[in-house]
């Protein structure tokens, strides 16, 4: 039997993607402790501040000058999913909505015919480390959808099902997609991911020592699929041994069973259909001819993309407020506090 590993690719802060994904980053930066002003407690001299992608001392301050992350920025033509997994992250944008999420959440964001956002990592901790591991996901939207009003929603952690394996052993974190008759929470209503046809999963698998699972086939025949081990040591693919630090294009049309190494694995598992339509990209516009990148350009120095309506290009939160969501028609989610990964969430009006 011919093997089902189509093609292997190494893993650097930026995965290779196949259609209908578009970009997958990596972040895992071990920050110190916080300042009073949510930065590192830490000197920044010898850092290129602005445009700092080095690693150096393990951590990076991105595009930021006091507090790690990406200042305010426009997108247009896809959508952006934020899975982060420890520490925080601010995200304001140009429609209005704010929102703090971390520990487990997951921000779904259709940038559509245009938004600008910043999404900051504040260091809420003084006296401790602050380690922020993070997921950025970017789906394409085909054309029909491209110009469709943006979009923001916050999946958080309660809502996001875990499957775990008969006997434990393996976790299975549903971002988008079903599994054994458990859905993952719904997508923005123009997404991809929201036909059932398109097959889309976003899944993270954590597999202990030893352990094993079985991949499901994909529901259709041209379903694409990924996996990437990130972590821990190595896994079994029908007997195809993969190294952490490795992604593989699977054939997705068969069972697979998966085999942990002896330090166990974690790994992302992203599926779908291809849109199937030609791309366009350039910088932050995902569009389908060279025309349209020209007009997002044109379109964003003219309007802004509606403006920017905070008063700094990297606002954060502040030190005290926990996880919580403006969406931008003024509804307020509030979760807990900080690092209360369990806490019983409400919805209040805007303050």
Known sequence: MAGVVVQRFPLGSQWPTIDPFLFVAHHRDRYPAGNTDLGPAAPLAGRAIGQDFDDVDGWNMYHGSTVPGFPQHPHRGFETITYVRSGYCDH????????????????????????????MFPLLDADNPN????????????AADKMVDP??????????????????GVDVTMIAGSLDDVEAPT???????SSAEADVAIWHLRLDPGARWTLPPSKGSETKRL???????WLTINDEHLDSGNGAMLKSDRPLELVAGDKG????VLQGRPIGEQVAKYGPFVMNTDDEIHQAFSDYQQTGFGGWPWATSDPNHGPDRGRFARHAD???ETIGSVATAESTPS???DQ
């Not at 979009?151 to 875990?162: G, R, V």
């Not at 997508?187 to 991911?193: C, F, K, L, M, R």
């Not at 996996?227 to 040591?233: C, T, V």
């Not at 694995?265 to 992302?268: A, S």
Request: with cysteine.
């Open 151 to 168: 979009y923001f929603t916050m999946l958080w952690k309660h809502k996001i099902p875990t499957v775990t394996s008969e006997g434990g």
């Open 330 to 332: 003024g509804r307020v």
């Open 227 to 233: 996996l990437y081990a990130f972590a821990g040591s």
């Open 187 to 193: 997508p923005p209503p123009n997404s991809w991911a």
């Open 131 to 142: 380690p922020l591991e993070l997921f950025q996901i970017w789906l394409n939207l085909p």
């Open 265 to 268: 694995v974690e790994c992302m």
């Open 347 to 349: 919805q209040q009006p």
């Open 92 to 119: 304001n944008d140009s429609i209005g909505a704010a929102s703090r999420f971390g520990e487990g959440d997951t921000q779904w964001m259709t940038a559509g015919r245009g938004i600008v956002h910043s999404e």
